[in-house]
């Protein structure tokens, strides 16, 4: 699933990535799987940076994770390995959900 945000605060040199896992839209209600940093793109008026998420769920569980900032290309990625030892059936019937 990719989503696109984009920056909140004029000149901003970070975001912050949290990787929620859960049936709710809350994420009060959801599990804290990870959370990273993303630095380095560029510094504009708020609103202009756009930064897209992709997540991505292997037939192992594995989330795979990739953040872009649009405007320049720049990249990170990561990989989260999953702790609750979901079977197949599982990580298929999450891999069709919609994110909100």
């Not at 008026?45 to 997540?55: A, L, P, S």
């Not at 991505?56 to 594995?62: A, E, L, S, V």
């Not at 405007?71 to 599982?90: E, P």
């Amino acid at each position: 699933k990719t989503r696109t945000f984009a920056t909140v605060r004029d000149h901003q040199e970070a975001v912050k990535i949290r990787v929620l896992q859960g049936t709710t839209a809350l994420a009060k209600d959801c599990e804290l799987l990870a959370e990273f940093t993303f630095t380095g793109f560029r510094k504009a008026m708020r609103g202009e940076v756009k930064i897209q998420t992709k997540f991505d769920i292997d037939t192992d569980g594995i989330v795979h994770l990739t953040a872009t900032e649009l405007g320049t290309q720049r990249q990170v990625t990561t990989q989260i390995a999953l702790s609750s030892n979901l079977d197949r059936d599982s990580i298929s019937k999450m891999k069709t959900l919609n994110l909100k």
